[in-house]
């Protein structure tokens, strides 16, 4: 399994070091000072000196603790770093893809098609433990809104207040994945037939990645894990979940239930009651997904456990 790091390029933050080296100088300038305090007590001097031999001991410690730090820390920073720009060599060679090497402040990318659609890997601090993601630009291909995510203990509390969860007719599966889209026979189309088997082993493949997510929404597919991954196995199969669920996508005809243009009400069931959406209907400001105006309130947010959005739109 992947384990989060703290930056792209795996090097714990300044404050480590200072710390270490405040703690050596003043380690150094204590013992400076027993040692002078303990010499001088057979001939008594100035205590004034004592002092001011510590602070100049434990001063002239901690500058050099602490550019001995700073140096091997850049050499392993630039080791690190050049093991990383090959791994995503490599990874944009299999994508027939453009490798951009870290140029501060942006960490490395690749920028690859996906059938003439513009794809990239990236790594993306938008939370504490930054994420690694793939994007594929679908605009105006999009057949409507997907999120496919690990069942955890997160996502108890929707589902008991009726968030939405679609079934493929898998047991295992079922049981191991949320999923959520609209319309919902975006689930039933990507996961019936021959496709099925594949398109679930493309899920299982990003499993066991941290927060593995795969979202569909009307302009993109993303899908990202939780932390700088840094393995080639690992970033690979990242990249091949998202080109075959872009695949998918992109093969799949334009649905009868989607209307472009200006969303209707009419048709549909609400994802939190489960009645149908014929008045009184509201969109997520988001993801556009049509919610009752009153269970929009009761609920507080989009009824799409990883979109959470609170604002809503209505339609008359």
Request: positive net charge.
């Amino acid at each position: 399994m992947a384990v989060p790091s703290t930056s792209p390029a795996g090097t714990p933050g300044g404050a480590s070091k200072l710390q270490i080296a405040l703690i050596a100088g003043g380690f150094c300038g204590l013992a400076a000072y027993f040692r002078h305090s303990l010499s001088s007590s057979t001939s008594p001097g100035r205590p004034d000196g004592d002092l001011a031999t510590a602070v100049v001991a434990g001063l002239l410690a901690f500058g050099v603790i602490l550019l001995c730090l700073m140096i091997g820390r850049r050499r392993a920073d630039s080791a690190a770093r050049m093991s990383l720009d090959e791994t995503f060599a490599m990874i944009a060679g299999r994508l027939q893809g453009t490798f951009v090497p870290a140029s501060w402040p942006r960490p490395p990318r690749i920028h690859f098609p996906v059938q003439g659609r513009s794809a990239a890997l990236e790594y993306c601090s938008d939370s504490y433990e930054g994420t690694t993601r793939v994007t594929v630009d679908l605009r105006g291909v999009s057949p409507g809104t997907l999120m496919i995510f690990r069942d955890s203990l997160r996502s108890v509390l929707p589902k008991l207040f009726g968030a939405q969860d679609l079934r493929i007719g898998d047991r295992r599966f079922d049981d191991r994945f949320i999923l959520q889209a609209h319309p919902p026979s975006i689930v039933h189309r990507i996961f019936s037939g021959d496709r099925r088997s594949q398109a679930m082993e493309s899920v299982l493949r990003i499993e066991e990645l941290p927060g593995a997510t795969i979202h569909l929404t009307r302009e993109s597919l993303t899908v990202r894990t939780t932390g700088y991954l840094r393995q080639e196995s690992e970033l690979w199969s990242l990249a091949r979940t998202a080109l075959d669920v872009a695949q998918f996508i992109l093969e799949l005809a334009p649905p009868v239930d989607v209307t472009w243009g200006e969303p209707s009400n009419a048709g549909g069931v609400c994802p939190i009651c489960g009645s149908p959406l014929e008045d009184r209907v509201v969109r997520c400001a988001r993801c556009q997904t049509p919610h009752h105006g009153e269970c929009w309130k009761y609920n507080g947010r989009c009824s799409l456990f990883a979109c959470g959005e609170t604002r809503s739109a209505s339609h008359s």
